[in-house]
């Protein structure tokens, strides 16, 4: 081989032009040594990118400006849900039967007044209607015990309507003023079990079915009901 290569033209001497040394082959094993080594470069940067990724999106989940706080602590923590038998609460609290006899007191009063007009105008209208059958007054009075007879049905039948919107306000103004109690009241109980949601149950309502270890209605009855003497004092 060193004959060989001593005996190989000098292309210089030739005046041929030099060409650029031909790059050798590497061998097999050190080409294989380098493309593992790539790959352990790429795989530590996919991994390092996974990272990142998950550092990134994670912590925009909790910080992005257009996520509620209200969302963001749902998220950290259970949602605490007590409720109230609407209907155990008025059959038990105090307030609401003082409330109910006075409204019960004042329908009674009122339809006393319109049933004791109602007899006075009845008896007075068949009365002349007896005198009409018999033409025991002249025609011209009839007319006007007619007349004046129709402005007194008239006038009973306004006081009636009057007196059942009267009644019907009253009754309102009593809803309203227990729900202005209660929700007050449950303001000051909740500043202690900070519960979530205090909700309202009823038969017939809008909630179909709730577990009894979610009652709450009767330790809030037993402090309205002494809220409630407390100020009767």
Do not use: C, W
Request: hydrophobic fraction near 40%.
């Amino acid at each position: 081989m060193q004959e060989d290569y001593n005996n190989k033209p000098d292309i210089s001497q030739t005046g041929e032009q030099a060409f650029p040394p031909v790059k050798q082959e590497e061998p097999e094993e050190e080409k294989r040594n380098i493309f593992q080594g790539h790959l352990a470069i790429e795989l530590i940067l996919l991994i390092g990118l996974a990272v990142l990724y998950v550092l990134f999106f994670t912590s925009k989940k909790t910080t992005e400006p257009g996520t509620s706080l209200a969302f963001q602590k749902s998220g950290e923590k259970s949602v605490k849900v007590v409720f109230i038998n609407i209907d155990s609460l008025n059959n038990q609290y105090l307030f609401v039967k003082k409330l109910k006899a006075d409204l019960e007191a004042t329908g009674k009063l009122l339809e006393a007044e319109i049933l004791s007009e109602q007899a006075a105008f009845e008896k007075e209208a068949t009365s002349f209607q007896k005198q009409a059958a018999a033409n025991a007054i002249p025609e011209d009075k009839a007319k006007i015990m007619y007349e004046a007879l129709m402005q007194k049905q008239q006038a009973l039948a306004d006081k009636k309507e009057r007196y059942t919107q009267q009644v019907a306000e009253k009754e309102q103004a009593m809803h309203l003023t227990l729900l202005d109690t209660v929700t007050n009241f449950l303001k000051r109980y909740n500043r202690t079990f900070k519960f979530d949601y205090i909700l309202g149950y009823a038969n017939a309502g809008q909630i179909l079915l709730a577990s009894d270890t979610l009652d709450i209605t009767g330790d809030v009855v037993k402090e309205l009901n002494k809220e409630y003497k407390e100020k009767g004092k």
